[in-house]
């Protein structure tokens, strides 16, 4: 599964962004996912769709602001991100992954669960 990022760039605060994740197919049987990572920190998981069963998930700090979605006809995940921050400013990478695992019954967006990864968009906003 190759994967590319795009749609990355810079914006003011409270500004809007859709990033875009090509893939080579197979969108609909694996699970896939946006994450970030910003200078000095971990790599975050954003938002996850589940391959199995199209189960969303989104961390706290960009629930009600971003939004994934997937058009499996163009093998395509986007990620619409609303009212922009400050420290949303990282690099944004897509990853897919073969199988979904649950911990504790819920799907989770974590690093280690994905297989393949595509090469990060570089977000920055400005206050």
């Known amino acids: 599964v190759q994967l590319q990022a795009s749609g990355g760039g810079s914006v003011q605060a409270g500004g809007s962004l859709r990033l875009s994740c090509a893939t080579s197919?197979?969108?609909?049987?694996?699970?896939i996912g946006w994450f970030r990572q910003a200078p000095g920190k971990e790599r975050e998981g954003l938002s996850c769709?589940?391959?199995?069963?199209?189960?969303?998930y989104y961390a706290d700090s960009v629930k009600g602001r971003f939004t994934i979605s997937r058009d499996n006809t163009k093998n395509t995940l986007y990620l619409q991100m609303s009212s922009l921050r400050p420290e949303d400013t990282a690099v944004y990478y897509c990853?897919?992954?073969?199988?979904?695992?649950?911990?504790?019954?819920?799907?989770?967006?974590?690093?280690?669960?994905?297989?393949?990864w595509g090469q990060g968009t570089q977000v920055t906003v400005s206050s």
């Open positions: 990853a897919s992954s073969r199988g979904d695992i649950y911990y504790g019954g819920i799907y989770q967006c974590r690093e280690g669960d994905f297989n393949f």
């Open positions: 197919g197979l969108l609909h049987y694996y699970g």
């Open positions: 769709i589940a391959g199995t069963d199209g189960t969303i």
